[in-house]
């Protein structure tokens, strides 16, 4: 019964976010479709907790109606992800009249296999490391506790979970509540809030954050995945990672040691995740092309998954868009991205308004 749970468990960060991002590609897929639509669809999915669990905690309800409630607003994303792929057939269909292209017969030329291999020894050291090497940080006695208390004793930030003692609504973490996602997670996989936290975690955001890293890698390159500069570029961002222990406060650190919490996933996703959503709208501008409804859609959700990861990512993300953009409008004379800017600000700014008015 546990394997079944863990394999749901899998689905549910593969598949799942995978079947939702795909709602968000182009009809002509660009570059790296499949991990495109998984990492955005998780993103997505992030963005939906958040939805879901601060207003639940804020009404002092409890971890199971928080778990119904999210993996309700899974599969309501999922069947509009099935009609999407319909609309999406449909639409092929009718076009299917233009020359089709065959499938590129070039690949990875032998010569460039080493410089894969050495990414991929490079990336397996990692895993090694969080699975036998990780030492437990000190944060996690928060943490990992609340995802474990979530778990366990269902309530929700209205406990300390050092001693279990009632505190009332501890506002400044329930605003951005990753640990109960986390718990979702291990509920759904049975495993254990620990287990979950230190082993499938770190395994769930070294693929992400190397994911967004061949997607910046792609556009800033230049090249395709045919070409001996990404495997490069890959294998050196994973050396930075391996030597980024310079400091516990390094975001290389938070990705090897402190996978589970949300500041690591704030540091290694969402900001990457940020910074291609901003690659690809001063792209669009500098095409003179008009930017698209669903890269506002993903970029309103990736500010929203900030404040899921931390109340810090609040103010970080919304000055980080805030200057990409008022350069943007500067040089090219595009006023209207004021709208699109001030819809995906609108999430952070009320999180921000719900700490000042409550706290």
């Given at each position: 019964?546990?394997?079944?749970?863990?394999?749901?468990?899998?689905?549910?960060?593969?598949?799942?976010?995978a079947?939702?991002?795909?709602?968000?590609?182009?009809?002509?897929?660009?570059?790296?479709?499949?991990?495109?639509?998984?990492?955005?669809?998780?993103?997505?999915?992030?963005?939906?907790?958040?939805?879901?669990?601060?207003?639940?905690?804020l009404?002092?309800?409890?971890?199971?109606?928080?778990?119904?409630?999210?993996?309700?607003?899974c599969?309501?994303l999922?069947?509009?992800?099935?009609?999407c792929?319909?609309?999406?057939?449909?639409k092929?269909?009718?076009?299917?009249?233009?020359?089709?292209?065959?499938?590129?017969?070039?690949?990875?030329?032998?010569?460039?296999?080493?410089l894969?291999?050495?990414?991929?020894?490079?990336?397996?050291?990692?895993?090694?490391?969080?699975?036998?090497l990780?030492?437990?940080?000190?944060?996690?006695?928060?943490?990992?506790?609340?995802?474990?208390?979530?778990?366990?004793?269902?309530?929700?930030?209205?406990?300390?979970?050092?001693?279990?003692?009632?505190t009332?609504?501890?506002?400044?973490?329930?605003?951005?509540?990753?640990?109960?996602?986390?718990?979702?997670?291990?509920?759904?996989?049975?495993?254990?809030?620990?287990?979950?936290?230190?082993?499938?975690?770190?395994?769930?955001?070294?693929?992400?954050t190397?994911?967004?890293?061949?997607?910046?890698?792609?556009?800033?390159?230049?090249?395709?995945?045919?070409?001996?500069?990404?495997?490069?570029?890959?294998?050196?961002?994973?050396?930075?990672?391996?030597?980024?222990?310079?400091?516990?406060?390094?975001?290389?650190?938070?990705?090897?040691?402190?996978?589970?919490?949300g500041?690591?996933?704030?540091?290694?996703?969402?900001?990457?995740?940020?910074?291609?959503?901003?690659?690809?709208?001063?792209?669009?501008?500098?095409?003179?092309?008009?930017?698209?409804?669903?890269?506002?859609?993903?970029?309103?959700?990736?500010?929203?998954?900030?404040?899921?990861?931390?109340?810090?990512?609040?103010?970080?993300?919304?000055?980080?868009?805030?200057?990409?953009?008022?350069?943007a409008?500067?040089?090219?004379?595009?006023?209207?991205?004021?709208?699109?800017?001030?819809?995906?600000?609108?999430?952070?700014?009320?999180?921000?308004?719900?700490?000042?008015?409550?706290?």
């Amino acid at each position: 019964m546990t394997v079944i749970r863990v394999i749901l468990a899998i689905m549910m960060v593969t598949i799942l976010p995978a079947a939702v991002g795909s709602m968000f590609l182009p009809l002509k897929k660009e570059g790296a479709g499949l991990l495109h639509a998984w990492i955005y669809g998780q993103v997505v999915l992030w963005a939906g907790f958040l939805f879901v669990c601060v207003p639940m905690i804020l009404l002092d309800l409890q971890f199971p109606q928080v778990e119904g409630a999210y993996l309700g607003l899974c599969g309501l994303l999922l069947l509009m992800a099935g009609a999407c792929r319909l609309l999406r057939r449909k639409k092929q269909g009718t076009q299917s009249g233009a020359g089709n292209d065959g499938p590129g017969k070039g690949g990875v030329r032998p010569a460039f296999h080493w410089l894969w291999l050495l990414f991929a020894a490079l990336f397996l050291v990692q895993i090694f490391c969080v699975f036998f090497l990780a030492y437990e940080d000190g944060d996690d006695s928060y943490y990992v506790a609340i995802t474990t208390y979530s778990k366990e004793v269902k309530t929700l930030y209205r406990n300390i979970p050092y001693t279990g003692a009632y505190t009332g609504l501890d506002l400044r973490h329930s605003l951005a509540p990753f640990p109960v996602w986390v718990a979702v997670l291990a509920d759904v996989a049975g495993l254990s809030g620990a287990t979950t936290a230190h082993v499938m975690m770190p395994i769930l955001v070294l693929c992400m954050t190397y994911g967004l890293f061949g997607l910046l890698g792609e556009k800033l390159l230049g090249e395709g995945r045919e070409s001996w500069k990404m495997p490069l570029f890959l294998s050196f961002c994973a050396l930075l990672v391996l030597f980024g222990g310079y400091s516990i406060y390094s975001a290389e650190n938070f990705l090897l040691v402190r996978a589970g919490q949300g500041k690591a996933v704030l540091a290694n996703v969402v900001i990457p995740a940020l910074l291609y959503l901003t690659v690809l709208l001063l792209e669009r501008l500098e095409k003179k092309e008009a930017v698209p409804v669903r890269l506002w859609v993903l970029l309103c959700a990736t500010m929203t998954t900030g404040c899921l990861c931390s109340t810090l990512g609040t103010f970080l993300l919304c000055v980080f868009l805030g200057v990409a953009v008022l350069c943007a409008i500067v040089a090219y004379r595009r006023w209207r991205l004021i709208f699109g800017t001030a819809a995906a600000l609108v999430m952070p700014a009320l999180m921000a308004a719900l700490y000042v008015l409550l706290g």
